[in-house]
């Protein structure tokens, strides 16, 4: 690994640019995966994670969607779609005040789950759930003890290097998780999942519409230039009753 960087200031006012660091393709390593790596060593946000004890990134995705929408707020209760590796997880229950730390607020729930297990975090429970099998919605209202106020999707299936292919299968699964949100949330919560640019989500943007009062789409400054990835908040659930009115009312 070696470390290439800019010149100091010489009391040129400009300040002293930011090392680079650059890595050497290494014998049986693929450029792909130096590039990756090279990537990933000078990702600030992935130093940030580092330094503030995130799993990930993308904790930062979830920090500015809710500086923006204030859909984490403390005594909600959350749920979190394909949880792993926790970094979500970290941010709600820090959020929604799970931990009881700030006195004189009401403390939220936050339940995450995935297929596979997941470390630990404070203030969070982790259950190994598929949310697309049959009963997954009631079991979740009752580890919960009612319904959610706020449901989280940041899945992404694995990639298969066809862009519309992937495009088709982000897409599939936050129609599901949609679906799920449905089910669990109660009046006036929030959905909020991530998909990708490219037109085939024109279906659920109008379907969230229906049940919804707000609906966004947004990129947050976290999520890399070079990604199609967006997000989209859906705020102000219409409840079970209306939502069912509004789909009758669409097919008719």
Known sequence: MAVGGGKGDGGSGRGQRELRVRVKTARGRRL??????????ND??????????????????LIELDDKYRFLKPGVRVVDLGCAPGGWLQVAA???????????Q???????????????VAGAEAHVLDFLAEGADAQVRDWLGGRADVVLSDMAAAASGHRQTDHLRIVALAEAA????????EEGGSFVAKVLAGGAEAGLQTRLKQHFRKVANVKPPASRADSSEKYVVATGFRGAGAAEEAEAEARA
Do not use: H, I, M
Request: net charge positive; glycine share 10%.
């Open 32 to 41: 792909s995966s130096t590039l990756w790596l090279e990537r990933q060593l």
């Open 44 to 61: 600030p946000y992935v130093v940030r994670a580092k330094a503030e004890g995130y799993r990930g990134r993308a904790a930062f995705k």
């Open 94 to 104: 820090a959020r929604v005040n799970a931990l009881g730390e700030r006195a004189g």
């Open 106 to 120: 009401p403390r939220g729930r936050v339940l995450g789950v995935d297929l596979r297990a997941v470390e630990p």
């Open 178 to 185: 949609a679906d799920f949100a449905l089910d669990v949330l």
